[in-house]
């Protein structure tokens, strides 16, 4: 049978805590093994039997090390019982935690201590993710409020520069970020200039390797979220240094992330958002969603903005343009033929229709160049006297909604020859040359014919205009495309199942809109008229 001193030396060295036994001075009288093995592995040859451990603590620059001295000094002069600490002590190899946990006990008037030191790695690890998932949800929380807070702001602003200093001061209100720039996008070389900043701009940006200059912005992430249309985000791994790998480091440092969110309408990108945050691996696929939509909602509320500049102002700038091969392909032949367009609906894809009359005797004419065409189809919608309606399918988003987009309303189409010539109203004061440069991202060859200053013409009744506005997206498309295609003429022209099928949804959706529409018009023409007899 083992003796006494036998089983409780194997029960020491098969227990998972590295144990040593100290006497009234500090000195290590005895190890057990995981102790020797973690020194081995570690090549910490000054913790073994006959070392002082309070010298080896004072010889620690550390504060672990000054902690642990000073509570096990305490320990073996009897001014306290149990001293513990939770410290971090990283390997060349991998990240380590250890729960310390010291008690004395006496024996024949001599007092000793012995030390435990128990590994929590796993338990500080998942701490951390647990912290993390709590932060995340937090930002989220307060992402959301951003929106709502952001949505109602913009709206009240009547300017774009409001739109956008009214962004970044609503982002960096929030705890989530600690610095937000807007930039506006120049579409001939894709460059950012930024034009409004809140939080911490000055200190992030001496700092931040993600930034190149303070005027002119050329970074990668920028570039990429230009040209995809879709947010971008990189990471500036400065990580807390208690989950670090370098052994002996302090807990010192700061993680940061930043995003470049483009701000959109209609697949154009006018602007770009950075937004900086000091949590690590901030941009997950949901706060990449809702970042997202906060560039949607930017995007449109400057794009009604600038509309309804256009409507008040007195004066605008016309200009026509033309597109040869607009139909037929460069250096094809075409017959004399014309069609005037009345209204253009994008599609479900990218693709539009475009619905509009042609003379009957250029119908044949008009058949015979779109056959041509792999990207375009003809659909004869009906017929009046010597006049068709069609509609024109073509395999491409709508150069008009393009337009719009930007502020740029399109008052006239004519498709002569295979040509197409466009009569576009921009804001006083705008870029014409930036429109030029928009459209010939998709047509190169687009010609500038005329330009000249107008008088605006008469405002849309703020009534009606009322109205307009509170139709939602696809109810509009909806109503358009089903007054462009012929169906409320009597006959109809065209059925509820084939505008459907053009615009890629069901019937009963269609006639949902449809009807949702129409109920809106009608409640304001009606709700508040004299009541007939």
């Known amino acids: 049978m083992p003796s006494t001193e036998q089983l409780i030396k194997n029960s020491l060295d098969t227990l998972p805590i590295h144990i040593a036994i100290l006497d009234d001075d500090g000195t290590i009288l005895q190890t057990n093994q995981p102790w020797q093995e973690y020194g081995s592995q570690n090549n910490i040859q000054s913790d073994t039997v006959g070392a002082n451990y309070l010298e080896i603590c004072s010889q620690s620059s550390t504060n672990t090390g000054e902690q642990t001295g000073r509570g096990l000094s305490e320990l073996l002069d009897g001014t306290r019982e149990m001293f513990t600490l939770e410290y971090p002590c990283h390997s060349p190899v991998q990240q380590q935690w250890f729960l310390l946990i010291a008690v004395s006990f006496t024996v024949d008037n001599g007092r000793y201590a012995v030390v435990g030191h128990f590994d929590i ?3 500080k690890r998942k701490q951390h993710r647990l912290e993390q998932q709590h932060d995340q949800l937090e930002a989220l929380n307060q992402l959301n409020t951003a929106i709502r807070t952001l949505t109602h702001d913009v709206i009240e602003q009547s300017t774009r520069a409001g739109i956008e200093q009214a962004a970044c001061r609503a982002l960096v209100d929030t705890d989530v970020f600690v610095c937000a720039w807007l930039g506006r996008v120049d579409p001939r070389d894709e460059s950012v200039e930024i034009t409004t900043k809140a939080g911490a701009y000055e200190e992030i940006i001496a700092d931040s390797p993600l930034i190149e200059s303070d005027a002119v912005v050329d970074t990668q992430i920028v570039k990429e979220a230009i040209r995809t249309g879709e947010i971008q985000t990189a990471d500036n791994k400065q990580e807390h240094r208690s989950f670090g790998q370098q052994y002996g480091s302090q807990p010192t440092e700061s993680y940061r992330s930043v995003a470049a969110v483009p701000i959109t309408h209609e697949e154009t990108v006018y602007s770009v958002v950075c937004l900086y945050t000091n949590r690590p691996n ?9 970042s997202t939509q906060l560039g949607a909602i930017v995007g449109h509320a400057i794009v009604a903005t600038e509309r309804k500049q256009a409507l008040i102002s007195d004066e605008l700038i016309e200009v026509e343009l033309q597109i040869p091969n607009f139909i037929t392909e460069p250096g094809g032949r075409s017959a004399d033929w014309t069609v005037t367009v009345t209204q253009t609906v994008s599609g479900s894809d990218d693709d539009c229709m475009m619905y509009g009359t042609v003379s009957e005797d250029d119908l044949e004419a008009v058949e015979t160049a779109v056959d041509k065409r792999d990207d375009i189809r003809l659909t004869v919608v009906g017929k009046e006297q010597d006049t068709v309606r069609i509609e ?7 150069l008009v909604s393009q337009l719009a987009a930007h502020g740029w309303s399109t008052t006239d189409i004519v498709l002569t020859n295979g040509g197409c010539y466009l009569t576009v109203h921009l804001p006083p004061g705008d870029d014409v040359h930036r429109m030029m440069d928009v459209i010939r991202d998709r047509f190169p060859n687009v010609e500038l014919l005329a330009r000249r200053q107008i008088s605006s013409p008469q405002p849309v009744d703020s009534k009606l205009q009322t109205v307009i506005e509170s139709l939602t997206d696809r109810q ?6 089903a007054q462009a295609a012929g169906y ?3 006959p109809r022209q065209t059925s509820g199942k084939e505008i459907a099928e053009t615009l890629d949804i069901a019937p009963p959706t269609f006639h949902q809109h449809l009807r949702l529409g129409e109920r809106k018009i ?4 009606f709700d508040e008229a004299p009541i007939a007899i």
Do not use: K, N
Not at 392 to 398: I, W
Not at 476 to 481: E, F, H, P
């Open 476 to 481: 509009l498309t909806v109503l358009r495309t």
């Open 522 to 525: 009608m409640a304001a023409v």
């Open 282 to 290: 901030a941009f997950g696929t949901d706060e990449q969603a809702i």
């Open 121 to 123: 790695t796993e338990y």
């Open 392 to 398: 024109l399918h073509l395999r491409r988003p709508s």
């Open 488 to 490: 409320f003429e009597w």
